[in-house]
């Protein structure tokens, strides 16, 4: 799943699942795809038509409705609500207990501080660490502080760039 996509615009959410679906060996019902997606209801509509957060619940029915064993998701709450973040998350739960293997990139770290049964901090094309958050944290730290420490000497800000 991408952090956005060049969707066609006048191509409708459900044609687009649909066709998604034809290129899988053994696809997933669109129907329930759109159910477990929240887009029952926007089927009919035209990508055009999509909040910005409706097009991520788009970018993942179309990557569900290939029943993967691995999802792959780029920023995957980008332009979501607090509500759909939610709803986005309780879904991915539902994949891996149904055996999914999920790895996410983000940029969002108390969200993957919050969800992640892992953490890869990667920097300089480099992996920094590789472990579960709780191992990471200790007292008050939270994961931005993590990383801050871990990438402080990996990353050069501009000069005066923050005055």
């Known amino acids: 799943m991408l952090q956005s996509a060049g969707l066609p615009e006048q191509v409708t959410v459900g044609e687009l ?3 998604m679906a034809r ?3 053994d696809p997933r019902p669109v129907g329930d795809v759109l159910e477990r997606t929240a887009l029952t209801d ?5 990508v055009t038509t999509l909040s910005g957060g409706e097009r991520q619940r788009l970018l993942l029915a179309m ?6 064993e691995l999802l792959l998701l780029d920023e995957p709450t980008a332009a979501m609500d607090v509500a759909s973040r939610r709803a986005f998350w309780r879904l991915a739960r539902a994949c891996v207990a149904e055996g999914a293997t999920i790895l996410f990139a983000t940029h969002d770290l108390p969200e993957a501080e919050a969800v992640a049964d892992r953490v890869v901090v990667v920097a300089a094309g480099r992996v920094l660490v590789d472990a579960p958050p709780r191992e ?10 993590v990383f801050l420490a ?13 005055r």
């Open 17 to 19: 699942v649909g066709l």
């Open 23 to 25: 290129a899988y060996p």
């Open 42 to 46: 926007r089927a009919g509509r035209t």
């Open 63 to 68: 990557a569900l409705v290939g029943a993967p």
């Open 136 to 145: 990471l944290l200790s007292g008050d730290a939270h994961l931005e502080d």
């Open 150 to 162: 871990l990438t402080e000497e990996s990353t050069t800000t501009p000069e005066g760039a923050w």
